[in-house]
């Protein structure tokens, strides 16, 4: 069926005498109704998945891509000076915009989600932090490995690029799953759509054969049954769309501690994303109905 | 109009119908009969091109069965009445809509139609029964709605398959003059039926031919009816 704008206005308003020679049956259309409903409310956590993964690898990938930290392990005496020497080393960097030494209580903040709020810090050997901000045009980390060797016996440069690439990656690959989900929802939607349809046709061979016998053409019995399968469809994604939401938005609000999964939803504009589900799973329908009602009524004499 | 050819229909291994010519002309009124599995309703069938013959020709309106595709076949459609002996209804839908079903199917406006269709309901005596559904009619209203849908679209020929096989003399009787009445209009009549009593009724009322199949071959009958 070639669907041209007047066409898709023809469909949608629809053919009241045409849509009422197929018999309403209760099976297939509760099967419809039902798969779209519950493949959107899956579709709706897919999406959501993917978004999530897909924020979290954007900050992943620009909150670390351009900071790195020095670590100085240094006796207690030579830890302050070694400080010194590495900001010393950093402000001649090219390719460095800012640096900076942690402060005790940015250090102790850091580690009080392992050892308490109490931590004393000063009687421990913990190292020395500094954070190390690039310019755009970043700097060469081997070369500032090598300054740091020579001038700062305890500094150990750290850009990050070790367990920020896998991380990245795993988001990356989180949102790629998410995407693949949507799709293989939607395949399942059209196989559960075709088998509904199959069985409708199947079941209404005498009406086909009646309204042959009148004269209806093969496009006219196979519209009684695509629209029918739309829009309920339709009907049963929007459902399921609704649904989905509502469940997204019971989820625990995001936390910092809780990571990516307290986070999972949708952000914005985002939420707009939610309206294409409804209409692409009709166009599913649309598709997978009009296909089996081409080979179906071309194979019934 | 309709043109058989030298045709020949066989199912299942099986040759039912062998060497068959006919040619329906517009305006005539043709009986068919035959003993029961003579081959009446696969010859019909061929008629409105349900079949398609395993060898000769049939022509439909100028247009070779073979040739034609589905769209071409609705199309022919619309120009031939059936009539059933089982009468084929939707059963969900009312006796009104049944014979509205031509005209719906074929995109025309029912309400424009309405008239046409009230008068139609009354001629074939059912304008009481509009509202009923088809398991509610008894044989012989059925077998009026069944006709009254096969002429709603004004058809050139009207193909009856045992209109009268389920309904008794009277009924027959009334369904024949509507027939005759139908073919005084200029309408082609093909009527399959082994109702012998049935064809020499009609013979006092209108000019007919009589054909009969017999050993998978047709034959024109009619001094010994």
Known sequence: ?301 | MIELENVAYSYGGGELLSDVSLQLQAGSFHFLTGPSGAGKTTLLKLCYGALVPTAGHVTLFGADRREMDRDDIAMARRRIGVVHQDCQFLDHLSVHDNIALPLTVSGRDLLAEQANLKELMTWVGLKERTGALPPELSGGERQRAALARAIIMSPDAILADEPTGNVDWDMSQRLLRLLVELNRMGKTIVVATHDLALIRAAKSHVQTRVLRISNRRLQFAGADL
């Open chain 1, 1 to 301: 069926m070639n669907l041209s704008p007047a066409r898709f206005v023809e469909f949608v308003m629809g053919d009241a005498q045409a849509d009422r020679c197929v018999p309403p049956t209760g099976f297939t259309a509760s099967l419809t109704l039902f798969s779209a409903a519950a493949m959107a409310f899956l579709a709706v956590f897919a999406l959501a998945l993917s978004m999530a993964t897909g924020r979290l690898a954007d900050r992943w990938g620009s909150e670390l891509a351009r900071s790195s930290t020095i670590r100085i392990s240094a006796p207690e005496g030579q830890l302050a000076a070694q400080t010194n020497a590495a900001l010393r080393i950093l402000e001649t960097t090219s390719g460095v915009a800012a640096s900076r030494a942690l402060s005790r209580d940015e250090q102790r903040a850091l580690l009080e989600p392992w050892f308490g709020p109490d931590l004393p810090l000063e009687s421990l050997p913990i190292p020395q932090l500094i954070e190390v901000i690039e310019a755009e045009d970043g700097f060469d980390p081997d070369g500032l490995r090598l300054r740091l060797a020579a001038e700062v016996p305890g500094a150990v440069l750290d850009d990050h690029t070790r367990w920020r690439r896998p991380l990245v990656s795993a988001a990356s690959g989180l949102r790629a799953l998410g995407v693949l989900s949507v799709l293989i929802i939607a395949g399942a939607t059209g196989a559960m759509i075709t088998l509904a349809a199959n069985a409708a046709l199947a079941a209404n061979a005498q009406v086909i054969s009646v309204m042959r016998l009148v004269g209806a053409r093969d496009r006219y019995i196979a519209q009684a049954f695509v629209r029918r399968f739309t829009l309920r469809t339709l009907t049963g994604a929007a459902l399921g769309v609704v649904l989905g939401s509502v469940a997204i938005l019971l989820l625990p609000a995001a936390q910092d501690e809780g990571g990516f999964l307290t986070g999972l939803g949708f952000q914005g504009l985002q939420w707009l994303w939610l309206l294409l589900i409804p209409p692409l799973a009709a166009a599913v329908a649309f598709a997978a109905t009009q296909a089996a009602a081409v080979r179906t009524l071309k194979d019934m004499p």
